[in-house]
């Protein structure tokens, strides 16, 4: 099930900047019970990377599309791609620039309930991420580098990879953001940098913060992970997954992460 | 005019990975008389990036379409697109991996022939390049730095604008690779860290050293581009332009720039 522009559609212009320039932004939003989860969150971080990339949105529009979208799904996940549109003369915004809305239905994906549960060990990705300010914390469509990072393994023993920059810092997973528990405080890497700036981190940091914990966005290195108390991984589609081992490194899974987990849990994630 | 996979087609499956994280590369080919030009150099490129971004490819299918479409276009630019196909579940390589072949036909870009003749201004841009060794060189489908580079400037005084990485090194246009001559040697900035390695690039070292000029690749800064006698920007549509401005600084158009802008003159361009 696919809409472009709020239409049917199996396929996309050849000459669409999405594609030529990955010129545009994604967003991977949750449906359930013909609801899209976390909505606002998601409009605001497109949001954002719009005025940044100063790409025109209707976002009223596009809010209303996805509504439509969601009830007509039921159930699974709405990927939405928003590019800057058709325009192959070269890297110059086109003159008018008309943005391509794509919405884009699938399943959710079947991950193993142990990895919520009892937590994951994490694959230390070689793979480092680039320092570009410029694009750091919004989730455009150049992603080649988690496509490299998530080719590194082929073990379902790692549900997730660790991704650092070039400066050796704490950033990331390849497709979620990462958390720390350390002295009763909810630490999360800087993302200014580089990374991506997630909804469900977002919500976490919301939910934390309403329930009394202090939360802390600052660089991360390897050491800070290592002495933290309890490590969790967090993306829209699944939640929150414990992380209990990086190479010879164990964690258990801890208070605060449970209770994190059950808040989410209370929350109905329809705003 | 558009070909997927071989066959005519006016659009791409919205579940195109080259769509949804750039994970492709592409080729920007001059067609003159029916033929491709430098496609020898551009077919090296692509199967560099096809290595090391672990991309299968036909290259001998690809050469064949790629010669047969420029049959069918006569005059132009043939965009080669080259994906690794469908694929929504996740970064993760799909498998079977399928890539998507896309050849786009345009028109030449008409650029004024002051620009080859006379010389052009460069836009001094504030968009600096990431360092990411892992994509260097690669002519990718990730481009949203030039994007942002391309649009710091409006005014047609500008023909290209220059690109710094955030070490402060002299990297390259944002469509053109730079070369420049200092003491009788010609020199182009290494592009182990961040920019593309293009084949005019490519082709101009080669014509120079031949000609038994001493060429040298490594690290620029705003001081050796400042020093050298002679600055001129190249890329595979337009060939030569001149460089005579960058802010204050001024530039005469010089005889090795004349010299090998006659030497591209006298060859083909299709090997």
Redesign the interface.
């Known amino acids: 099930m ?1 809409w ?1 522009d709020g239409r049917p ?15 545009g932004l ?1 967003e991977t939003i949750k449906i359930s019970q013909g609801q899209p989860h976390l909505l606002s969150r998601h409009m605001a971080r497109l949001g954002e990377g719009c005025r940044r ?2 790409i025109p949105c209707d976002e009223a529009l596009l809010t209303t599309e996805i509504r439509a979208f969601a009830k007509a799904l039921g159930a699974g996940v709405c ?1 939405l ?1 928003l ?2 549109g058709s325009g ?6 086109p003159e008018p620039c008309r943005p391509s809305r ?1 919405l ?1 239905g ?1 399943a959710l ?1 079947q991950y193993p309930e142990a990895h919520a549960a009892q937590g994951v060990a994490l694959f230390p990705c070689v ?2 991420l ?3 300010p ?2 750091a914390g919004l989730k ?12 590194e393994w082929d073990d379902s023993r790692f549900a997730e990879g660790l991704m650092r920059d ?1 400066s050796g810092r704490v950033i990331e997973g ?2 979620s953001n990462l958390l720390l528990v350390r002295k009763q405080r909810l630490v999360t890497p800087d993302l200014s940098r580089c990374g991506v700036a997630g909804v469900m981190r977002a919500e976490i940091l919301f939910l934390a913060e309403r329930a009394g914990l202090a939360c802390v966005v600052t660089d991360v290195d390897l050491d800070d992970l290592y002495q933290a108390e309890e490590v969790f991984l967090c993306n829209s589609l699944y939640g929150i997954w414990p992380v209990v081992a990086l190479e010879a490194h164990r964690w258990s899974v801890g208070p605060l992460t449970r209770k994190l987990q059950g808040l989410l849990a209370n929350q109905t994630g329809i705003p």
Chains 1, 2 share one sequence.
């Open positions: 696919a472009l559609a199996a396929g996309l212009a050849v000459d669409d900047r999405g594609l030529a320039y990955g010129d994604f990339l100063a990927k791609i590019t800057r192959l003369r070269g890297y110059r915004f794509l884009i699938a994906p793979t480092r680039a320092e570009q410029l694009l455009h469509l150049n992603r080649l580098e988690q496509v490299l990072a998530r080719a070039y390849v497709f």
